[in-house]
């Protein structure tokens, strides 16, 4: 587990998956993490569920959110596609809980896992992806030392056009 000022980065449980699974099928929620557009019906966020937190693999590292304050997980962050040959990672984050927008749970968590990344994993470089419309992601992504490596133009269809992603990334510079 990970601990921060305001959360905690512990591994997923099943009490974890109704709320998972409204987040998923949260249209706003989807298009700026650019997950796909289907429906997830229990089932499936279940089998997904599953096979995420039963999964030992060194390719991805899963981490529900959780608010201290409240004791209620408020999303799930991850490090994935691992590379331990070239030592580097893909970084996802989810902050499901609308209402926690903007109070500074997206920094927070982003800090501990580039801290893990590179103090505990030894992994000297981060990757991730955001649609060009997610505005405030891309300016926390830049407070914290992130660089945009390259435009991927008109990558996704968000709302019935086509939208341009960015590939940014950070270096361990130890």
């Known amino acids: 587990m990970l601990k921060g000022k305001k959360i905690l980065l512990r591994p997923l449980k ?3 998956l109704d709320k998972t ?3 998923r099928n949260d249209p706003e929620i989807k298009n700026m993490a650019l997950m796909h ?3 997830v019906s229990m089932e499936m966020e279940k089998e997904w569920f599953e096979s995420n937190i039963k999964k030992i693999n060194n390719r991805l590292i899963i981490l529900g959110i959780e608010f201290m304050e409240s004791n209620q997980i408020i ?3 991850k490090l994935y596609d691992i590379n331990w040959v070239h030592r580097y990672c893909y970084f996802g984050i989810i902050i499901g809980e609308k209402n926690m927008w903007g109070n500074g749970i997206g920094k927070e968590t982003t800090e501990l896992m580039i801290q893990y990344a ?3 994993l030894n992994l000297r470089k981060i990757l991730l992806e955001v649609v060009i419309m ?3 992601a891309i300016n926390l992504y830049k ?3 992130f660089n945009v490596e390259g435009t991927l133009k008109n990558q996704v269809f968000i709302n019935g056009a086509y939208s341009d992603v960015l590939l940014m990334a950070i270096f ?3």
Do not use: S
């Open 37 to 39: 557009p289907f429906p």
């Open 21 to 23: 699974a409204a987040w």
């Open 134 to 136: 997610n505005e405030p």
């Open 75 to 77: 999303g799930f962050t």
């Open 143 to 145: 407070n914290l030392g």
């Open 14 to 16: 099943m009490d974890d």
């Open 172 to 174: 361990n510079n130890l």
């Open 118 to 120: 590179f103090q505990t």
